[in-house]
């Protein structure tokens, strides 16, 4: 975990499926930089995906890596790009999959107060706080499952 003026700090990178089911998740220190941890996150994306991200992940070497397996990222481009990628804006919208989960997830009081010391229990919180939000959308809805699962949303909290 990282330290600051203000305590401990993390980032919780999420990659979750369309429907909104986590697919892999880290811990990252709150003041590294949020595409050096992205290419951990991309070994589940393969040929014909998209991968929505935000703005933290637009970098040419992501883009590249991503081109590399066959998938498609549709990341927002920094505002000071000179010459910026293609970006479809009704796909992006999709990427509220992500954020939709990140909220779910700090409905748990472990995982939103961040009791743990350790970046080892606290990402075991926050898996097992995944595994519930996985297995109650399954029980709740077993349609949403049979959505393509070709695109994934990456979003850090």
Known sequence: MGRSRGGLTTKIHALVN???????????????????????????????????????????????SLARRGAWGNIRAMPNRLNPPAFIRWLYRQRNAVERFLNKLEHFRAVATRYDKRDDNYLASIKLAALRIWLQLKSRRPRRFLQPSHMYCLSLE
């Open 18 to 64: 369309a429907a909104g089911l986590p697919i892999a998740l880290k811990l990252t220190e709150g003041q590294t930089h949020d595409g050096r941890s992205a290419a951990y996150m991309f070994n589940t994306v393969q040929a014909g995906d998209i991968l929505l991200a935000d703005r933290a992940y637009d970098s040419n070497a992501l883009r590249e």
